[in-house]
Each structure stands twice: as structure tokens, then as C-alpha cells.
T-cell receptor
């Protein structure tokens, strides 16, 4: 089983649509969670952290369910510029050989069309 | 602005040659940098953790003699792909560990180096 699993998609949605991505992780001791965005042939860029209480940044809402080891990202009012690959990223617990490492999901491809 | 820079952004080389990629932390001193590799349509895979002033820590399956890492200063880490072969063609990305909003640790990525070995 992969450490971080995502539905690779692709998701094709019209402008203005609401779209949700899901992610599951296998290590229950994982400490921190992030969503990164990666444009074609570019490096990943941090979109937002994911907190247990859920957090929102403009049109983006992230949620974490530790009991189910499940993370989600909701994008409202999709824009053409939201087209990218969204990476679910998990940071293992602190200490030991895993210190500082990030584990990436395969990524979910989103295409927003006019 | 950019937090991490990489050079070169793109390199094409012949099989058997060695290629050096530089990663620089622009905004802060980095005792730890990370090197990733990404093949087409796949996710980022951590290759090694670069530690300033000491040996790099390599992930399982990554040959340390083939992928030489040097982290001689707090702002520079280099990855040298020795005797490159076509199967080494990939997107190599470095990252620097930083703090998000001063509290939560995350990583900031360089723009990546696209290597093509002919």
C-alpha cells in the first residue's frame, strides 16, 4: 500500500464549479499535512497546510480526519488558473530517520475549462 | 520572491558524462536540504537528505556513489549525477526546510533541473 494515496483523476470541470480531492495516508503517526500545487513542468508550490480543525484560504478549504487518516481539498468557484496537479503531502512524525521528510501522493490532475 | 534557486534549469548530456546541479537557499541558512527526482506522470520521490558539513543520507535504492551530494555551506548543496545514462533522465528538484508562519515546518522547492541523457 502506498504511504499517500490520491485519485489521479483527471478531473475536468467548468469554470465556477466546485471540486473536491481526497487523499488517504497510511502512517497514523504522521504529524503534518499539506496540499501543494504543481503546474506542468514546474516545481511544487505550497498551497496550504491542513489542520485538524479544518482551514480555509479564500476559495480553498482543507480538512483532516485523523481517525480515518483522510485529507481533503475543496475548491469553490473554479478558475481557469486553478488547472494544475494537486499533491497531497504528509510529514511523518518528528525524530529518527524520518525527520523533516515529506511523502508525496501521486497527485490529482485538475483541468478547468471555459 | 524565490526562496530556493537551482542551476542549471535544463541540461542535455551524452551518456557516460557527469552532471552537477546546484541548489541555493536564498532567504535563509539551510542546514538541511532535500533532493527529489520526478519521472513523467509520477510523483516526487525523495532521493537523499543533504546535511551541511556531514554526509548525505540516502533513501533506500538510491546509489550514493552515483548521486554524489555535497553540502559545503549553509546556502549551497550540489548533486552530481556521475556517469549518467538515459534512465537517469528526469526532473531533479531540491528543497529547503523552512517554517510556515514561523511555526509549522514545511519545504520550499527550487525550480527544478530537467536532465536529458542521450
Amino acid at each position: 500500500r502506498k504511504e499517500v494515496e490520491q485519485d489521479p483523476g483527471p478531473f475536468n470541470v467548468p469554470e465556477g464549479a466546485t471540486v473536491a480531492f481526497n487523499c488517504t495516508y497510511s502512517n497514523s503517526a504522521s504529524q503534518s499535512f499539506f496540499w501543494y500545487r504543481q503546474d506542468c513542468r514546474k516545481e511544487p508550490k505550497l498551497l496550504m497546510s491542513v489542520y485538524s480543525s479544518g482551514n480555509e484560504d479564500g476559495r480553498f478549504t482543507a480538512q483532516l480526519n485523523r481517525a480515518s487518516q483522510y485529507i481533503s481539498l475543496l475548491i469553490r468557484d473554479s478558475k481557469l488558473s486553478d488547472s494544475a496537479t494537486y499533491l497531497c503531502v504528509v510529514k511523518p512524525s518528528a525524530g529518527g530517520t524520518s525527520y523533516g521528510k515529506l511523502t508525496f501522493g501521486q497527485g490529482t490532475i485538475l483541468t478547468v475549462h471555459p | 520572491g524565490a526562496v530556493v534557486s537551482q542551476h542549471p534549469s535544463r541540461v542535455i548530456c551524452k551518456s557516460g558524462t557527469s552532471v552537477k546541479i546546484e541548489c541555493r537557499s536564498l532567504d535563509f541558512q539551510a542546514t538541511t536540504m532535500f533532493w527529489y527526482r520526478q519521472f513523467p506522470k509520477q510523483s516526487l520521490m525523495l532521493m537523499a537528505t543533504s546535511n551541511e558539513g556531514s554526509k548525505a543520507t540516502y533513501e533506500q535504492g538510491v546509489e550514493k556513489d552515483k548521486f554524489l551530494i555535497n553540502h559545503a555551506s549553509l546556502t549551497l548543496s550540489t548533486l552530481t549525477v556521475t556517469s549518467a545514462h538515459p534512465e537517469d533522465s528526469s526532473f531533479y528538484i531540491c528543497s529547503v526546510r523552512g517554517l510556515l508562519a514561523g511555526t509549522q515546518e514545511t519545504q520550499y522547492f527550487g525550480p527544478g533541473t530537467r536532465l536529458l541523457v542521450l
